[in-house]
């Protein structure tokens, strides 16, 4: 019996620990970070997708995890590091999420090389969002802060 419910108790806190976002609110959150670099005419090759759960709880207060877009131009990137890519809807994405979040809308694609700044020492600063949730997966911060109004639908929860 007592193994039982030592496996019952195991299996919901597992369950618990993933985020809550379906494979539709990744779609809507990548989507909405396209649209709006778009708007902000962001010229874009690839993305870099993150997500991870959130340790800072004095900054990020009811914090669980984060999720990371940042969109980038490969004609200026030099020494990024990484050994998969992949695609989704014909765009070229490095991913970095370790919470599995993206997985079901990325295709795996063969190798490219992404990093063609052909001149060092020129830096820019790339299209970056990033969402922080708490454990029912209600969006707590977006930085930059003005990008949330874009990301409605996860505040009617």
Do not use: W
């Amino acid at each position: 019996m007592k193994r039982i419910i030592l496996l019952i108790f195991l299996a919901n806190f597992l369950l618990s620990c993933k985020s809550q976002l379906d494979r539709k609110d990744a779609e809507y959150i990548l989507d909405t970070a396209l649209e709006v670099s778009s708007k902000n005419r962001i010229k874009y090759n690839f993305i870099i997708l993150t997500s991870m759960n959130v340790r800072d709880t004095a900054f990020y207060k009811n914090g669980k995890f984060g999720i990371g877009i940042t969109i980038m131009d490969s004609k200026v990137t030099d020494g990024l590091n990484y050994k998969k890519i992949y695609s989704y809807k014909g765009i070229p994405i490095v991913s970095k999420d370790s919470l599995r979040i993206f997985n079901s809308l990325l295709t795996p694609i063969p190798y490219q090389n992404l990093n063609e700044n052909s001149i060092k020492g020129l830096h820019y600063d790339p299209f970056n969002i990033t969402l922080i949730f708490d454990k029912k997966s209600k969006l707590l911060h977006t930085f930059p802060e003005n990008y949330e109004n874009y990301f409605k639908k996860f505040n009617k929860n």
